[in-house]
């Protein structure tokens, strides 16, 4: 008795077009497609200012001249060397809770160390500035580092690049205790951490 011959099952083939498979056909490997992968970016949430720890109290006081713009030279006759009179100031955004206003200027410039060259204390808080060559309302001219109370202008050594010069105003819950010759480190140390609010202005002078 004779069997009939095997026969070997049908090959198949996968169309690449339709991935179906076709009998009769050899089957051949379709590569499948791969998704790019999705970078995941965590955005913040905003949060509420409250949450935040956001006072409107230290929002910044804006503090302005008209004889110099913020990051301008200041003009020579304010200087040491030509008129030494102080620049006209302007200030707004001054905080409720204010008992007083204390206006700094300061070179950190200077090769000795940050030289002062203006400390008014006890400035009247409802004030809105001071003209030129005068002193700021209800205010108290400390010593400066010319070793004379009041305004002492920009004077750095010639040939230095330009000095800068801080004009800094504070608002102060209360009177601040500094000593007769007071530095501009003991003011920082006096204000920076009590205050309810500061404004900039920088100047630039050069010989």
Not at 22 to 44: D, F, K, L, M, Y
Not at 46 to 51: G, I, L, T
Not at 110 to 118: C, D, K, L, Q, R
Not at 161 to 185: C, E, M, N, Q, W
Request: aromatic share 6%; with cysteine.
């Amino acid at each position: 008795m004779s069997t009939a011959p095997a026969r070997n099952p049908p090959q198949v083939r996968t169309t690449a077009s339709s991935g179906i498979a076709v009998p009769g056909r050899t089957a051949t490997h379709v590569p499948q497609a791969v998704a790019a992968p999705v970078a995941c970016i965590s955005v913040p949430v905003p949060q509420s200012r409250a949450a935040t720890g956001y006072d409107a109290s230290m929002a910044g006081i804006e503090l302005r001249s008209a004889a110099f713009d913020d990051g301008a030279y200041i003009p020579r006759r304010c200087a040491k060397d030509g008129d030494d009179v102080s620049p006209d100031l302007s200030w707004s955004g001054v905080p409720d809770g204010t008992a007083e206003l204390l206006l700094l200027c300061e070179d950190p410039d200077a090769p000795s160390g940050t030289f002062v060259h203006w400390l008014v204390t006890g400035i009247d808080p409802t004030s809105e500035g001071v003209e030129a060559g005068q002193t700021p309302p209800g205010g108290q001219e400390r010593s400066t580092g010319w070793g004379e109370p009041g305004w002492g202008g920009p004077r750095p050594p010639a040939g230095d690049k330009a000095h800068r010069y801080f004009f800094r105003i504070y608002a102060l819950p209360g009177p601040v205790s500094l000593p007769g010759d007071a530095t501009a480190g003991d003011v920082h140390a006096a204000v920076d951490q009590q205050a309810l609010a500061s404004g900039t202005l920088v100047g630039l002078y050069q010989r």
